[in-house]
């Protein structure tokens, strides 16, 4: 079955630090959508990818969806405390319903 | 306009009870999809709902069922219970405007726990 991986599982960052945090999936997805977890919350969505090579920008967050449509990233600039959480990405295969989420990064920034 | 309502929000089951949950999803939204999330990973797809339909069903067992009624709302059934089964069960709804991907609106979750 299909499989979302993502790495790392934990990122400790110096705030005001870059980082990126990636996500690879086993097979081909028509999509690919990011959410942010933030401590005793639920995943709230960020963005979603569809084209290959694809790339959005929220702010500091720049999304990457891979030419081959099986990887992303998430890079964050100059990190701020409120970028604390656990970020998923979430892979679709064409025509499935399943959303596949990834294991997610887990961020935690130091002041 | 209201997001994405679950109920209730924490639960205490034994082995072998049987827990129904239920959700809410944001109006206009006629699709519905349950999520289990153990401590520590991401949601796993259990079903997805639209227009009372089955859509889609994960790799779970034959005590997970679940329904959609009419005003779209849904209930997520669960018999047999294993304390393996204890987790946070989110709802997400979506608009699911014709097309198979679309974004999920979660709600806050039912914490599940077995004993």
């Known amino acids: 079955g299909q499989q979302v991986m993502q790495i790392p599982q934990y990122q400790h960052v110096q705030e005001g630090e870059d980082f990126t945090t990636y996500c690879n999936s086993s097979?081909?997805?028509?999509?690919i959508q990011w959410y942010k977890q933030r401590p005793g919350g639920h995943p709230v969505f960020l963005i979603q990818?569809?084209?290959?090579?694809e790339v959005k920008k929220q702010k500091r967050l720049t999304f990457q969806f891979g030419e081959a449509k099986k990887n992303s990233s998430l890079h964050i600039t100059a990190t701020q405390t409120t970028d604390v959480g656990t970020y998923f990405c979430?892979?679709?295969?064409?025509?499935?319903?399943?959303?596949?989420f990834g294991a997610g990064t887990t961020v935690t920034v130091r002041a | 306009d209201a997001g994405v309502t679950q109920s209730p929000t924490h639960l205490i089951k034994t082995r072998g009870q049987h827990v129904t949950l239920r959700c809410s999803p944001i109006?206009?939204?006629?699709?519905v999809s349950w999520y289990q999330q153990v401590l520590g990973q991401g949601p796993q797809f259990i079903f997805q709902?639209?227009?009372?339909?089955?859509?889609g069903r994960g790799n779970f067992p034959d005590r997970f069922s679940a329904r959609q009624f009419p005003n779209y709302s849904s209930e997520l059934n669960v018999n047999a219970l294993l304390l393996g089964d204890s987790a946070l069960y989110l709802c997400?709804?979506?608009?699911?405007?014709?097309?198979?991907?679309?974004?999920?609106?979660f709600g806050p979750g039912t914490r599940l726990t077995v004993l």
């Open positions: 097979t081909t997805l028509s999509n």
């Open positions: 997400a709804s979506s608009s699911l405007s014709g097309g198979y991907a679309d974004t999920q609106y």
């Open positions: 979430a892979g679709l295969r064409s025509n499935d319903y399943k959303l596949s």
């Open positions: 709902y639209y227009e009372k339909e089955e859509r």
């Open positions: 109006s206009g939204h006629k699709s």
């Open positions: 990818l569809v084209k290959s090579g």
